[in-house]
């Protein structure tokens, strides 16, 4: 099993900063692709941000220029810096790993619990 600690949400103030923090622990052998999605009340799950295990990065365009997705393989953990937040960036946030266990298992796909951000107008 792969466990995912997501941490560092909160409330702040439009255009004010969050970072958040995610690390993978357990059964992997390596990490494909990182990333986090989002979840705000009564709407679908959305890709937020993504890296590879080569610093490939994928943003969403309603935050480019504004977040900066980050990752340390050595920790098989990554990075959300948010910037210039708007309240319609308020929403769950979800860390999401795709990894591999062994060299016979395909990829697999594993999700954290989520951690609210809030921004306030």
């Known amino acids: 099993q792969v466990q995912l600690v997501e941490s560092g949400g909160g409330l702040v103030q439009a255009g004010g900063s969050l970072r958040l923090s995610c690390a993978a622990s357990g059964s992997i052998l390596s990490i494909y692709r990182m990333g986090w999605y989002r979840q705000a009340p009564g709407m679908q799950r959305e890709l937020v941000a993504t890296v590879t295990s080569a610093s490939s990065t994928n943003y969403a365009d309603s935050v480019k220029g504004r977040f900066t997705i980050s990752r340390d393989n050595a920790k098989n953990t990554v990075y959300l810096q948010m910037n210039s937040l708007k309240p319609e960036d308020t929403a769950v946030y979800y860390c999401?790993?795709?990894?591999?266990?062994?060299?016979?298992?395909?990829?697999?796909?594993?999700w954290g619990q989520g951690t609210l951000v809030t921004v306030s107008s």
């Open positions: 999401a790993t795709r990894y591999y266990r062994d060299l016979k298992s395909g990829a697999l796909d594993a």
